[in-house]
């Protein structure tokens, strides 16, 4: 059974940095693009990063400049470094990744980790 599982959230000034990570598991043959979104209260999931496997990289504006996306293919691990955090950052943050298993490729996504940057 394929998990994502993320970890590195927490309690952070503004100003300050935050590394999350997140591993993916279970029957996994390949992986293709692996990524990072985040849900603040009360607004809808948006699109942060993207990494794929031959290595492009692409951000949202809000974070670019700011945020690092990286991969460890052969972890099966996505990474996001936060750095110069803001408020505006508080959100639950998800990863997701293209998956290939025995049967298909899927889109699968983790549970989440919350980020509160205090002002």
């Known amino acids: 059974q394929v998990q994502l599982v993320e970890s590195g959230g927490g309690l952070v000034q503004a100003g300050g940095s935050l590394r999350l990570s997140c591993a993916a598991s279970?029957?996994?043959?390949?992986?293709?693009?692996m990524g990072w979104h985040r849900q603040a209260p009360g607004k809808q999931r948006e699109w942060i990063a993207t990494s794929t496997r031959g290595g492009s990289k692409n951000y949202a504006d809000d974070v670019k400049g700011r945020f690092t996306i990286s991969r460890d293919n052969a972890k099966n691990t996505v990474y996001l470094q936060m750095n110069s955090l803001k408020s505006e950052d508080t959100a639950v943050y998800y990863c997701n990744a293209d998956l290939l298993t025995s049967t298909t490729w899927r889109n699968y996504w983790g549970q989440g980790t919350q980020v509160t940057v205090s002002s």
């Open positions: 279970g029957g996994i043959i390949s992986i293709n693009t």
